[in-house]
């Protein structure tokens, strides 16, 4: 599969410093920052800072350097915001089955309270 990466979308802009962020993890890999929306307590986005559109895309394409850096992030966020101890949820979306909204990978930390089910089924 071909990825098209474009570099006008908001994370990518972010990473260029187009785009103000509330930074809580910054790595020569990744950038992590608070979600606008969030959807508990602790909601932190760790995006890599190469131009990859998903997880598959990136597990693929990247360097084994990027792969473990971004995947180190995500656990140094998790410790930061304190969510191991009670659990956290980490959800990637991709494409539109996915519910991407913004095409750059990107990792949402979600923890702080009890966040429930994620998929009920359909009926």
């Given at each position: 599969m071909s990825f098209q990466y474009d570099d006008q979308n908001i994370f990518a802009k972010i990473l260029r410093g187009e785009i103000p962020n509330n930074t809580v993890y910054e790595s020569e890999h990744a950038l992590a920052f608070r979600d606008?929306?969030?959807?508990?307590?602790t909601h932190v986005l760790v995006i890599p800072k190469g131009p990859y559109v998903s997880l598959d895309h990136f597990t693929q394409?990247?360097?084994d350097v990027e792969i473990a850096g971004f995947m180190r992030a995500i656990g140094e966020v998790c410790k930061l915001e304190g969510v191991s101890a009670d659990g956290f949820r980490a959800i990637s979306n991709a494409?539109?089955?996915?519910?991407?909204e913004v095409p750059h990978l990107h990792v949402h930390i979600l923890g702080g309270r009890p966040l429930g089910r994620m998929l009920a089924k359909e009926s």
């Open positions: 606008l929306y969030p959807q508990a307590p394409d990247a360097s494409g539109t089955n996915g519910v991407q």
